[in-house]
Nanobody, 126 residues
Framework: QVQLVESGGGLVQAGGSLRLSCTAS????????MGWFRQAPGKDREFVAA????????PYADSVKGRFTISRANAKNTVYLQMSSLKPDDTGVYFC???????????????????WGQGTQVTVSS
């Protein structure tokens, strides 16, 4: 069992930056693929970014490529999402997820993850 707690969300103007953090409980954090997803009101949850156990692969959604960076610190049981050049379309609840996905397909889709955090709200004003 893994518990995930996100932090770092908030209100920011378009063009600004935020860094989200997700800290996991337990001693097996380094065994998990980690992902970030987001959900806007009235929309389905969508993939944002993911990172393999060792960080050697980091797929991104096309909508955030070049603006967002995912990273992890296994010694701190933490995964980060650095978000820059934020747009109003980036508004939503951002969720951290942990799983055992190995393929790009499973890393970029919610069923590839076994554990989810409660989410943190990100609001980008125009």
């Amino acid at each position: 069992q893994v518990q995930l707690v996100e932090s770092g969300g908030g209100l920011v103007q378009a063009g600004g930056s935020l860094r989200l953090s997700c800290t996991a409980s337990g001693r097996t954090f380094s065994s998990y693929t980690m992902g970030w997803f987001r959900q806007a009101p009235g929309k389905d949850r969508e993939f944002v970014a993911a990172i393999t156990r060792t960080g050697d692969a980091t797929p991104y959604a096309d909508s955030v490529k070049g603006r967002f960076t995912i990273s992890r610190a296994n010694a701190k049981n933490t995964v980060y999402l650095q978000m820059s050049s934020l747009k109003p379309d980036d508004t939503g609840v951002y969720f951290c997820a942990a799983g055992f996905a190995l393929s790009t397909y499973h890393m970029t889709n919610p069923p590839g993850y076994a554990y989810w955090g409660q989410g943190t709200q990100v609001t980008v004003s125009s």
